[in-house]
Each structure stands twice: as C-alpha cells, then as structure tokens.
C-alpha cells in the first residue's frame, strides 16, 4: 500500500507565499516509480482541479490561474514533491491533494490520493 501524507497549508495574506510538501511511503520504494505525482485543489462548492503536474521524467504542467506563480518540484531522496505557492489570491484556497498514479508491467493502473491539507488565503 502507497500513503500520500501533505503538510504546510495554512492561512497567509493575500500576496504571501506558502510552500506544500507531500511524502510518499509504503511500497513504494522512490516517488521515481510514479509515472506522475500531481498537486489538486478543491475549493468550496467547486470540482477538484489540477494545479500542477509533475511527470518522472521531470515534465511539468500548470493551471493557467497559477502558471508563474507556483512551482511544483520534487525530492528524489525525501521521497517527496513540493508545491512552492507565491503571490497568493483570495481564489487560492481550498483543499490541496497530493496525487501519484502509476503504471505497472503488467499495464494496470494505480492512483493515490492524500488526504488533502487545507490553504486560505485572506484578501
């Protein structure tokens, strides 16, 4: 079994800055063996959305809303991804949920949630 656990959301102003960790553990033994780990946010009465996506070979993708202000980044040896969160905005919250998902040999497939870390921003 794979745990996702995040950490670092709070309550920032408008404008500050946030930096989201997610720790990969279980059976996997490196967040190398993901075929991609992803940031997603859920803000009240809203779909869950991607903010930004990270492909093992070092791809990225972000939401249009965050493109130039976050950074998704990851740390082979921690066995874990960040999401550093700059010039923050009121739309910014809600819930953030670490994703990875993978592919095995035998071509099935595997996604992982967290359980998500809550981010206000106040204006």
């Known amino acids: 079994q794979v745990q996702l656990v995040e950490s670092g959301g709070g309550l920032v102003q408008a404008g500050g800055s946030l930096r989201l960790a997610c720790v990969a553990s279980g059976s996997i033994f490196s967040i190398n063996n993901f075929n991609a780990m992803g940031w997603y946010r859920q803000a009240p009465g809203k779909q869950r959305e991607l903010v930004a996506g990270?492909?093992?070979?070092?791809?990225?993708n972000y939401a249009d809303s965050v493109k130039g202000r976050f950074t998704i980044s990851r740390d082979n040896a921690k066995n874990t991804v960040y999401l550093q969160m700059n010039s923050l905005k009121p739309e910014d919250t809600g819930v953030y949920y670490c994703n990875a998902g993978l592919v095995d040999y035998t071509f099935r497939s595997y996604e992982y949630w967290g359980q998500g870390t809550q981010v206000t921003v106040s204006s």
């Open positions: 990270l492909s093992s070979g070092g791809s990225t």
